[in-house]
């Protein structure tokens, strides 16, 4: 019983560290950063580290079969970089309650998608939570008389998730199927470098030399916090608890975020945002009620947590 509660305590720290993410980005933007500079430092300091780690326990992990090159450059170029700026993005133009919402909408594209291109079965329940969270993300950006927020960021928030659905999607059935460590490495090796290459094309690094303490404390947290910490903490959870309970339990991001964005900048969610954030949030809960109930042919071989959890942002 202690082990299932420090499992618990551990992913609700993962969802405190975690929410923390779009604060931390807007205090780096307002230190004279931009999305593509954030997170190209961001991944800088993050891959370095895993890059060590992983020479001192799992070696093996950094060398890539040919073939399978294209797919890990796939991942990381869409799993981590676009999830990565397109998210941060949102958190800076649209209230970081409702970004987190619609990036939790990654569960549906990845059902979408395993139907389009793999075949598999979407049944009644799953169908009805698709209906269900895209009432809540209508009546969130203001479908019922509501104040819409800024399109760029509300789309962006939108393409985080997408890009998220990706990197699980590739977990499922492509490169980080057979090898899950070596996919998660070069996912940030190839992260980084294509992040690094826009931020570098686009003169937006520069930003990096003029930033201010401010902007480097923040990269830093992100780094350590945001991304090593929230990984670290999520995997330290699952010898305790299973990966469907840290699943749901993960979803106090949501919360989170929303409790930080009050706290350091007074953003309290418009009535709207709260009912279809509800919707949403329902929806989502329901998804993984019913790909728990399901038995390990319907689940596939991806982990439980995969649906939900963000392993790294």
Request: one cysteine or more; proline letters at 5%.
């Amino acid at each position: 019983m202690k082990g299932h509660l420090l499992g618990v305590f551990l992913v609700i720290l993962v969802g405190l560290f975690g929410g923390a993410t779009g604060p931390v980005e807007r205090f780096a933007f307002q230190a004279g950063l931009t999305p593509l500079s954030i997170n190209a430092a961001r991944l800088l300091i993050s891959t370095i580290l895993i890059l060590a780690f992983a020479a001192f326990r799992r070696p093996e992990a950094l060398a890539v079969d040919r073939q399978e090159l294209p797919g890990h450059i796939l991942n990381g170029a869409v799993g981590i970089g676009v999830t990565y700026v397109a998210t941060n993005i949102a958190f800076v133009r649209i209230p970081v309650g409702l970004a987190m919402m619609l990036f939790y909408l990654a569960p549906f594209w990845v059902m979408i998608a395993a139907r389009l291109f793999w075949k598999e079965p979407v049944t009644p329940l799953q169908a009805g939570c698709l209906l269900l969270a895209l009432a809540g993300t209508w009546i969130a950006v203001g479908g019922i008389g509501g104040n819409r927020p800024d399109l760029f960021g509300t789309l962006c928030a939108v393409a985080g998730g997408m890009g998220y659905a990706c990197y699980i999607l590739s977990g499922r059935y492509g490169v980080g199927r057979r090898e899950p460590f070596k996919a998660y490495i070069q996912a940030f090796l190839w992260g980084l470098l294509v992040v690094s290459a826009a931020a570098l094309f686009t003169g937006e690094a520069g930003t990096l030399l003029h930033t201010t303490a401010r902007g480097w404390i923040s990269l830093v947290v992100l780094a350590l916090v945001c991304t090593l910490g929230v990984y670290g903490l999520l995997m330290a959870s699952l010898r305790f608890i299973p990966g469907s309970v840290a699943s749901i339990v993960s979803m106090s991001e949501i919360a989170f975020a929303a409790g930080w964005a009050w706290l350091l900048f007074r953003e309290i969610p418009s009535p709207e945002v709260v009912r279809g954030g509800l919707l949403i949030i329902g929806s989502v809960l329901l998804l993984g009620f019913g790909k728990r109930k399901a038995g390990p042919r319907e689940r596939g071989p991806a982990p439980e947590n995969a649906v939900f959890s963000r392993p790294s942002s």
